[in-house]
């Protein structure tokens, strides 16, 4: 973990610095949509992190086949938790041994990059027509 050391009118003070971690999933068509949420939402509460905001899983076409599956549910959870590598190992560890989960990926942000706005609606950002850094056509 790391801390910061704050001085505060001679007194020394450690705060924990706590990162902002994004996890990425897909979802089988098969899976029960809000149970398998709220197992996924579950293990992550159980590891000690704060959930900041969680998408409502879409149904989307996925760019390849991934188990046979051509269609799936996509859903992300942005969360907070202190820099321990090894804890955000065993998280993704114990959501790869779920069956119905068939791809996630996990991300540490800079938590001065989450604007509000990306908070309330990051789909927005991959909604097609979108332009990239201000350009136009």
Request: net charge positive.
């Amino acid at each position: 973990m790391r801390f910061k050391i704050k001085s505060c009118l001679g007194k020394i003070k450690l705060i924990m610095t706590k990162f902002v971690y994004e996890l990425n999933f897909w979802l089988g068509l098969d899976a029960d949509i809000e149970k398998e949420d709220e197992k996924i939402s579950g293990v992550i509460k159980g590891f000690g992190a704060e959930i900041v905001q969680k998408t409502l899983p879409k149904k989307k076409r996925l760019a390849y086949p991934i188990l046979k599956q051509t269609l799936g549910s996509y859903s992300l959870i942005v969360f907070k938790f202190g820099d321990n590598e090894n804890k955000i190992k065993a998280i993704e560890k114990e959501l790869r041994l779920n069956k119905n989960i068939l791809r996630l990926a996990t991300f540490r942000k800079k938590e001065s990059l989450l604007t509000k706005e990306k908070l309330e609606r990051p789909e927005k950002q991959f909604e097609r027509g979108n332009n990239v850094a201000g350009q136009s056509g």
